[in-house]
C-alpha cells in the first residue's frame, strides 16, 4: 500500500483545490510584479483568468462578488517558470536517437510527483523536453502543473524540437558529425521535394498537367518537425554538454533558431557564450569545484555570476531531486556568489518566459497577463519561507493548508493527543505551522533547518 500512497497524494493534490472563480482578489501583501516596482499592501484583481488591476489596495475597488485571498504580511509575486525540464514523464526514449516526429505530450504523466512538487514550490509554467542522450529528439511542450489530463495541463504544444551534441556511443566528433549528417538528409529532403513541386507546376502551365489539378503531396509526417527546423519555422533547444562543443553549437546558431541549453562546467566558454548575444539555459548545478593543474588548488565556480559579469542572460533549472529542485535554493546559490538579486529572480521568471515565447503571458505581474501568482510566507529566497498559495489562470490551485502530502508528514500519530506531565508545559503544537518537532521553519536538533515543506 506505502508504495502506492505518492500517487493517491498527487491525485488527491490536483482534486483538492477550489473552485475557479470569475474575479479573484489578492490583497495586503507585498507585490512582487518583477518587471515593476514593488507594492506594499497591494491588491491583484484577476477577472476572468486574466490581471485585470495591480495598486494599493487604497486605490482598488474590490468587486463584492470577488473571491478575496487576505495575503497580510505576505509576498506575492509571479509563479516560477521553468524553460527546460524532463520531469514528469513516464519514460524517456533515449534508444532511437533520431526521432523528429515524437511529441512530448505521449509521454507526460499528469499524476507524476514532478508535479505536485513543482506545484507545492510555487512553479506554474514547464516547458518539458526529451531527454539529452537524443540527436533529434521530438517536439517539447509547454505545461502547468496541475490538471488531470495532459489536455488540461498544456499551455503550448510543439514548442521545438530538442537536439543534442552529447556523444553517445562514439566520441564528441563522431555525435557532431551524426547531427550534421541527419540534418543535411532534411535539407536534401526539402530540396527533392520543392524540385518536385516545381517541376509539376511548369508542367501544369505548359499544358502537360490538366489546369485544374493541384500539387496534392503532402510533407512527411515523420519529415515535417524536422524540415520546419531547418526551415527556422520553429525553434530548436540544443543541449550542449561541455565547452568542448561550444564551437559547434555557435556555428549551428547561425543555420538555425536555436536556444543552448548548457551542461555543467562551461565557464571557460563565457566569451563565446557573449558573442552568441542571446539568453542561455543553465544547468541545474550552478556551483561547483575545479582543480588548478598547477597549484592542485581548488576554486569555486559559479556560471551564472560568470554570465551575469559577461552581461548574458541566463534562465536556471531545476534538478529532479535533491537540493537544485528547489527554487528558493538556486535563487540563493546565485545571489551567495554576487549575482544580482532582481537578475536572479528575473532567471526564474523573466528570462525563460522570453525564451518560451510568452514573455507577455507569465512570469511577471502586470496587467492583461495571466493571472498566475504564488503567495509566499515571506521573502523568495529566505530558506524559511514556503509557498503558502498557488493561483493559476485566476484557479486557486494549491493551498498549504489543505495539502494531503504535509498533512500526513506532519501528522504525530493517529491516537489521541497524550496529556501533558505535571509540572510541564504545553505538547508542542503538531502540523505545519507549529513549534515543535513537525514545524515547517526553525532549526532541529542538528541545527540545520527543518522542512519547510518543500
Same mark, same amino acid.
Given at each position: 500500500?506505502?508504495?502506492?500512497?505518492?500517487?493517491?497524494?498527487?491525485?488527491?493534490?490536483?482534486?483538492?483545490?477550489?473552485?475557479?472563480?470569475?474575479?479573484?482578489?489578492?490583497?495586503?501583501?507585498?507585490?512582487? =510584479?518583477?518587471?515593476?516596482?514593488?507594492?506594499?499592501?497591494?491588491?491583484?484583481? &484577476?477577472?476572468?483568468?486574466?490581471?485585470?488591476? &495591480?495598486?494599493?489596495?487604497?486605490?482598488?475597488?474590490?468587486?463584492? *462578488?470577488?473571491?478575496?485571498?487576505?495575503?497580510?504580511?505576505?509576498?506575492?509575486?509571479? =509563479?516560477?517558470?521553468?524553460?527546460?525540464?524532463?520531469?514528469?514523464?513516464?519514460?524517456?526514449?533515449?534508444?532511437?536517437?533520431?526521432?523528429?516526429?515524437? %511529441?512530448?505530450? +505521449?509521454?507526460?504523466?499528469?499524476?507524476?510527483?514532478?508535479?505536485?512538487?513543482?506545484?507545492?514550490?510555487?512553479?506554474?509554467?514547464?516547458?518539458?523536453?526529451?531527454?539529452?542522450?537524443?540527436?533529434?529528439?521530438?517536439?517539447?511542450?509547454?505545461?502547468?502543473?496541475?490538471?488531470?489530463?495532459?489536455?488540461?495541463?498544456?499551455?503550448?504544444?510543439?514548442?521545438? &524540437?530538442?537536439?543534442?551534441?552529447?556523444? %553517445?556511443?562514439?566520441?564528441?566528433?563522431?555525435?557532431?558529425?551524426?547531427?550534421?549528417?541527419?540534418?543535411?538528409?532534411?535539407?536534401?529532403?526539402?530540396?527533392?521535394?520543392?524540385?518536385? $513541386?516545381?517541376?509539376?507546376?511548369?508542367?501544369?502551365?505548359?499544358?502537360?498537367?490538366?489546369?485544374?489539378? *493541384?500539387? @496534392?503531396?503532402?510533407?512527411?509526417?515523420?519529415? $515535417?518537425?524536422? /524540415?520546419?527546423?531547418?526551415?527556422?519555422?520553429?525553434?530548436?533547444?540544443?543541449?550542449?554538454? @561541455?565547452?568542448?562543443?561550444?564551437?559547434?553549437?555557435?556555428?549551428? /546558431?547561425?543555420?538555425?533558431?536555436?536556444?543552448?541549453?548548457?551542461?555543467?562546467?562551461?565557464?571557460?566558454?563565457?566569451?563565446?557564450?557573449?558573442?552568441?548575444?542571446?539568453?542561455?539555459?543553465? !544547468?541545474?548545478?550552478?556551483?561547483?569545484?575545479?582543480? !588548478?593543474?598547477?597549484?592542485?588548488?581548488?576554486?569555486?565556480? /559559479?556560471?551564472?555570476?560568470?554570465?551575469? +559579469?559577461?552581461?548574458?542572460?541566463?534562465?536556471?533549472?531545476?534538478?529532479?531531486?535533491?537540493? =537544485? %529542485?528547489?527554487?528558493?535554493?538556486?535563487?540563493?546559490? /546565485?545571489?551567495?556568489?554576487?549575482? !544580482?538579486?532582481?537578475?536572479?529572480?528575473?532567471?526564474?521568471?523573466?528570462?525563460?518566459?522570453?525564451?518560451?515565447?510568452?514573455?507577455?503571458?507569465?512570469?511577471?505581474?502586470?496587467?492583461?497577463?495571466?493571472?498566475?501568482?504564488?503567495?509566499? *510566507?515571506?521573502?523568495?529566497?529566505?530558506?524559511?519561507?514556503?509557498?503558502?498559495?498557488?493561483?493559476? !489562470?485566476?484557479?486557486?490551485?494549491?493551498?498549504? %493548508?489543505?495539502?494531503?502530502?504535509?498533512?500526513?508528514?506532519?501528522?504525530?500519530?493517529?491516537?489521541?493527543?497524550?496529556?501533558?506531565?505535571?509540572?510541564?508545559?504545553?505538547?508542542?503544537?503538531?502540523?505545519?505551522?507549529?513549534?515543535?518537532?513537525? =514545524?515547517?521553519?526553525?532549526?532541529?536538533?542538528?541545527? $540545520?533547518?527543518?522542512?519547510?515543506?518543500?
Amino acid at each position: 500500500m506505502n508504495r502506492f500512497l505518492p500517487i493517491a497524494t498527487a491525485a488527491l493534490l490536483v482534486a483538492a483545490p477550489a473552485t475557479a472563480q470569475d474575479v479573484l482578489a489578492v490583497k495586503g501583501g507585498r507585490v512582487v =510584479t518583477v518587471t515593476g516596482p514593488s507594492i506594499d499592501d497591494g491588491v491583484v484583481l &484577476i477577472q476572468n483568468g486574466r490581471i485585470a488591476r &495591480i495598486a494599493k489596495a487604497a486605490d482598488v475597488e474590490i468587486p463584492w *462578488t470577488a473571491k478575496v485571498i487576505d495575503a497580510t504580511g505576505k509576498v506575492v509575486m509571479p =509563479t516560477w517558470v521553468i524553460a527546460h525540464s524532463q520531469g514528469g514523464q513516464r519514460g524517456f526514449n533515449e534508444n532511437m536517437q533520431n526521432v523528429p516526429w515524437l %511529441s512530448v505530450a +505521449d509521454a507526460i504523466d499528469p499524476a507524476a510527483l514532478y508535479f505536485e512538487e513543482a506545484l507545492r514550490s510555487g512553479v506554474g509554467t514547464i516547458h518539458v523536453l526529451p531527454g539529452n542522450q537524443t540527436l533529434l529528439g521530438g517536439s517539447g511542450m509547454v505545461v502547468r502543473p496541475f490538471g488531470r489530463t495532459v489536455e488540461d495541463m498544456a499551455v503550448s504544444a510543439r514548442t521545438g &524540437i530538442k537536439l543534442s551534441l552529447l556523444a %553517445s556511443g562514439g566520441g564528441r566528433l563522431q555525435q557532431i558529425r551524426r547531427l550534421r549528417r541527419a540534418l543535411e538528409d532534411v535539407r536534401e529532403y526539402l530540396a527533392d521535394y520543392e524540385r518536385r $513541386k516545381a517541376e509539376f507546376e511548369q508542367e501544369k502551365a505548359a499544358g502537360a498537367v490538366p489546369a485544374d489539378k *493541384t500539387w @496534392t503531396e503532402e510533407l512527411d509526417r515523420t519529415k $515535417k518537425p524536422a /524540415c520546419d527546423l531547418v526551415q527556422k519555422k520553429t525553434k530548436g533547444w540544443l543541449f550542449v554538454p @561541455t565547452v568542448a562543443e561550444l564551437e559547434e553549437a555557435l556555428r549551428l /546558431c547561425q543555420q538555425l533558431d536555436l536556444v543552448l541549453v548548457l551542461g555543467a562546467n562551461i565557464d571557460e566558454g563565457v566569451p563565446l557564450l557573449k558573442r552568441l548575444g542571446q539568453p542561455v539555459v543553465l !544547468d541545474d548545478e550552478i556551483e561547483y569545484f575545479e582543480t !588548478d593543474e598547477e597549484t592542485q588548488k581548488e576554486r569555486k565556480v /559559479c556560471p551564472p555570476k560568470l554570465l551575469a +559579469d559577461a552581461g548574458v542572460p541566463f534562465a536556471l533549472s531545476l534538478g529532479l531531486g535533491g537540493p =537544485t %529542485s528547489h527554487p528558493w535554493w538556486q535563487l540563493g546559490t /546565485c545571489v551567495r556568489n554576487g549575482v !544580482d538579486r532582481q537578475r536572479a529572480i528575473e532567471a526564474l521568471t523573466t528570462v525563460p518566459a522570453r525564451l518560451l515565447g510568452l514573455g507577455d503571458q507569465v512570469g511577471a505581474l502586470a496587467e492583461g497577463m495571466l493571472g498566475n501568482l504564488q503567495i509566499l *510566507t515571506g521573502d523568495p529566497l529566505q530558506a524559511t519561507s514556503w509557498v503558502d498559495t498557488v493561483v493559476l !489562470d485566476g484557479e486557486v490551485v494549491y493551498e498549504r %493548508s489543505q495539502d494531503p502530502k504535509l498533512k500526513y508528514l506532519f501528522a504525530r500519530d493517529l491516537a489521541p493527543a497524550a496529556k501533558p506531565a505535571e509540572g510541564g508545559g504545553q505538547t508542542p503544537k503538531a502540523g505545519p505551522e507549529g513549534n515543535g518537532d513537525a =514545524t515547517g521553519g526553525g532549526a532541529g536538533a542538528n541545527g $540545520k533547518p527543518k522542512d519547510g515543506g518543500r
